[in-house]
């Protein structure tokens, strides 16, 4: 019943839009109905997807495609532009849920197994990835003509993209289940490693990548630029982090909206100054976390009843950019990429964490923690279409079937993972399910 | 000058600060709602074009989907005040003033811009804008400290103006039809009537839609959310259709509180983010003032044709009350339909987003509920407040 209010619903809102068409012109206004649909049609989504066994953030990204630009159009590209205040206040919060949930005192027995599995992954991952990549491109043509150059630059662009993950899925997915242990804090402690590290990696990728395929001289300028950027986004968010520590202590009132305005704030500072916001927000929630540990359950509780509802429209917005023509266009190479991608997760991780003593669960369910891929990813795949020119957009539209791919299959392995490793404290399935309720902390 | 976010931001921040300066004047019995939506305002203005510059309008038009959610809220919320249940509980000669009263007041306005050659479309606009008055207002000073003179009129005065909303609504509601480019576009267009009900229906779906969500869903946060949805969507089609959100909500708002089983509920949540809204509607009106374009005929009909209509309007309620056996101990009763409050803002803001009214129509009508604000509150406390001695006594 409520499926059929929502889609006759929706079905008004479209006549609606296609009534004005030409005669009344208000983009604020087709932005807040394709906001409406999302919130509506993504707690319904949720809801059904929970249903399914699966999490809730697939209901929302399944919404977010099928009422997206490559499908039904009723949400355009326009009202995604519009939106995007959104995307940044989703992205800060989880962020700072991200950098809130890293403790120092939790990483003492943990520490080798994170250092392991990040370096493994960024060094040997990189190197394995880029090498099959280099082997396949030479041998299918998937690209067009590439020359010798070019096809290694593509290559090492796959390998590092390969590593990058999604550390909003992953905390979303945590979220939902209110997961804890050592599964938990492994995976989200080498999320956020590696989401420092990955741009660091892209970055010198990328100037090898131009060197070979434009026969541009290296300069490792842009190298000490990324540097100096991310090392400037932990001293910003560390600023952020003390001040809102101190509110968080002092005045404690509001905190709801005040974790929502810090992730603005962080989102306008990073624009004007050039910083990199996921990065801002995460220092800012660690020192929180660490440093003013008594503020700390306040702060995490305000970011539990803030987030559920910035989830449904964040997690909507991406699936709405998610194009399945591009995975039908790709078909097969996107497929291979996805599969060597797995494949090399699957082994890697496991290696790395049995190497480094870590308890089972973890050598046997953290990989399925690596698997997801979205706004990094997504971001990378533009750069490379506008910095390499003669190859990047082909090479982007390989990224971006794979990103989907990723996205869809990578919560539900999460949170799989989360489920068998015993770490999720509420149940998955049904069980859970409570008719029209946004998923509450 | 500002970037959206930033902008997003202080408007946020001058929501926190509003909830903040009320709870302050609640404690301290404060009973001056005007004076906290004209400091508002007085903010917006300094913040705008005409004085530091930090809002522009090109700025003002970004937050655009901020103001059409606000104009729905304030629907939604009034709608959740209509409740079948207690207007049939109405005697029928309180509902036949409740019509009436407001709907003079509207009629000498609206009579006066036609004298003045405003035109009938501004004079339309004007009534509905004159129509809506301020439960709020008469609410504040008639509790708390110094019970009025005579509580038989401050009761009737309050029903009047509780009822206010109603015919201000409907008359905005055609008002807006009327003028929506869908209705003048001819050819490939909808009749006025037909787009009346189309939003209308848009409502009444919402409201079932909501309440269907709604059903199981225990949390504030939840509640929250699916209101803040549905009412986009409410928003987003009436600006698709180029009306205003505003008489649709109120539909939808009508349904959930006469259809559902935990309306209440509903009501608290939605009374949670009005305050927030308000204040975020009240500076962006006083940003986007300018002193420049301001139609003195307009502001003259509004201040001085509401005045006389609520005079006459203050003399129907007396008359009507001696009829029925109820005689008023106090004169000057109509001064309680003035001032205005958060519906009136809504329509302001709704027809200044739609484009409908004359240049300087808006500056003049904030201007003129700046005035009533503070007169009418002043003339309604020493008509129907007993006066020191009485007090004293």
Redesign the interface.
């Given at each position: 019943?409520?499926w059929l209010?929502?889609l006759?619903?929706a079905g008004?809102?479209w006549a609606?839009?296609g009534?004005?068409v030409g005669?009344?012109r208000?983009p604020?206004?087709?932005?807040?109905?394709?906001?409406?649909?999302?919130?509506?049609g993504?707690?319904?989504a949720g809801e059904l997807a929970q249903r399914l066994r699966l999490p809730r953030i697939t209901g929302y990204l399944a919404l977010g495609m099928v009422i997206g630009p490559y499908a039904f159009g009723l949400e355009t590209a326009e009202d995604s532009d519009?939106l995007r205040?959104f995307e940044?206040l989703a992205l800060g919060l989880i962020a700072l849920t991200a950098g809130g949930e890293f403790r120092v005192e939790g990483l003492r027995g943990r520490l080798r197994a994170l250092l392991a599995i990040t370096g493994v992954h960024c060094v040997v991952m990189v190197t394995l990835v880029g090498a099959a990549m280099w082997v396949a491109l030479s041998w299918g043509g998937v690209l067009g003509p590439l020359q010798g150059g070019e096809m290694l630059a593509a290559a090492a662009v796959l390998g590092v993209i390969a590593v990058a993950n999604s550390p909003a899925t992953t905390i979303a997915v945590i979220t939902e289940t209110r997961a804890r242990g050592d599964v938990v804090d492994i995976v989200l402690g080498v999320t956020i490693l590696k989401d420092l590290v990955i741009l660091l990696l892209y970055t010198f990728v990328e100037v090898l990548a131009r060197a070979w395929s434009q026969h541009v001289p290296v300069t490792l300028s842009l190298l000490h630029g990324t540097g100096a950027e991310i090392l400037l986004s932990l001293l910003a968010g560390g600023g952020l982090g003390l001040l809102l520590g101190a509110y968080v202590l002092r005045v404690g009132r509001?905190l709801e909206?005040v974790v929502?305005?810090v992730a603005?704030?962080s989102?306008?500072l990073a624009?004007?100054a050039g910083l990199e916001h996921l990065i801002v927000c995460m220092a800012a929630g660690f020192v929180v976390r660490n440093l003013t540990s008594r503020a700390a359950a306040g702060f995490l509780d305000a970011l539990e009843?803030?987030s559920?509802?910035i989830y449904?429209v964040f997690f909507g917005l991406v699936g709405a950019r998610l194009d399945l023509g591009v995975v039908l266009a790709m078909g097969l190479p996107a497929l291979a990429y996805v599969g060597l991608r797995l494949a090399a997760t699957w082994s890697l991780t496991r290696g790395a964490a049995h190497l480094a003593g870590s308890p089972p669960p973890v050598v046997r369910f953290a990989w399925m923690g690596f698997v997801a891929q979205a706004g990094v990813s997504l971001g990378l795949a533009a750069r490379v279409a506008t910095r390499l020119p003669s190859f990047g957009p082909s090479l982007a539209t390989l990224i971006v079937a794979a990103v989907v791919i990723n996205q869809l299959v990578g919560p539900v392995l999460w949170e799989h993972a989360l489920h068998s490793s015993g770490e999720a404290t509420l149940p998955a399935g049904p069980a859970v399910v409570?008719?029209?309720?946004?998923p509450?902390p | 000058m500002l970037?959206?976010?930033?902008a997003?931001?202080l408007v946020?921040?001058f929501a926190?600060a509003g909830g903040e300066l009320r709870n302050l004047l609640a404690r301290r019995g404060h009973r001056a709602p005007a004076m906290e939506g004209l400091s508002f305002l007085v903010l917006g203005y300094l913040l705008g074009d005409e004085a530091l510059g930090l809002f522009p309008r090109d700025l003002i038009q970004d937050l655009?989907?901020v103001?059409?959610?606000g104009v729905a809220w304030i629907g939604l919320m009034f709608g959740l005040q209509i409740e079948l249940r207690v207007i049939s509980q109405l005697k029928p000669w309180h509902r036949a003033l409740g019509w009436a009263a407001p709907a003079v007041v509207g009629a000498v306005v609206g009579g006066g811009a036609v004298v003045l050659g405003l035109g009938a479309h501004q004079g339309l606009v004007l009534a509905a804008l004159a129509t809506a008055c301020s439960p709020a207002t008469l609410e504040s000073l008639t509790r708390g400290r110094g019970a009025p003179a005579d509580r038989s009129a401050a009761r009737l005065l309050r029903l009047v103006v509780a009822y206010s909303g109603l015919p201000a609504v409907l008359l905005f509601a055609a008002v807006t039809v009327m003028s929506?480019?869908?209705a003048t576009?001819g050819a490939?267009?909808?009749a006025a009537p037909e787009l009346l009900a189309?939003s209308m229906?848009?409502g009444v779906?919402?409201g079932?839609?909501s309440l269907?969500?709604?059903?199981?869903?225990?949390?504030h946060?939840?509640l929250?959310?699916?209101l803040?949805?549905?009412?986009?969507?409410?928003?987003?089609?009436?600006?698709?259709?180029?009306t205003s959100s505003l008489p649709a909500a109120a539909c939808a708002g009508a349904v959930i509180i006469n259809r559902g089983t935990f309306a209440h509920r509903m009501l608290r949540v939605a009374h949670g983010l009005e305050r927030p809204l308000l204040v975020a509607l009240l500076v962006l009106v006083g940003a986007s003032w300018t002193g420049v374009a301001f139609s003195w005929p307009v502001f003259g009909v509004m201040v001085g044709g509401r005045w006389l209509g609520a005079a006459l309007g203050g003399g129907l309620i007396s008359r009507a009350a001696s009829r029925h056996g109820v005689p008023l101990r106090v004169t000057g009763l109509g001064y309680g339909l003035l001032p205005q409050g958060e519906l009136a803002l809504g329509l302001l803001v709704a027809l200044e987003g739609l484009g409908i009214g004359a240049p300087g129509v808006f500056e003049a009508v904030v201007g003129a509920m700046a005035v009533h604000q503070v007169m009418g509150q002043w003339w309604l406390r020493r008509c129907l407040l007993p006066g020191p001695a009485l007090r004293a006594s």
């Open positions: 019943m409520r209010l929502f006759v619903m008004a809102s609606a839009r009534l004005g005669v009344v208000d604020a206004g087709s932005a807040l109905l394709s906001l409406g649909c999302l919130i509506v993504g707690v319904l519009l205040l940044e509001h909206l929502v305005l603005l704030a989102a306008e624009h004007g009843r803030s559920p509802p449904i409570r008719k029209g309720a946004v509450s | 970037g959206g976010t930033v997003f931001l946020v921040v926190l655009r989907p103001v059409l959610l929506s480019p869908l576009a490939g267009g909808l189309f229906g848009v779906l919402v079932y839609l269907a969500l709604a059903r199981g869903g225990e949390g946060i939840s929250l959310t699916l803040t949805g549905t009412m986009s969507m409410v928003a987003g089609a009436s600006a698709a259709l180029g």
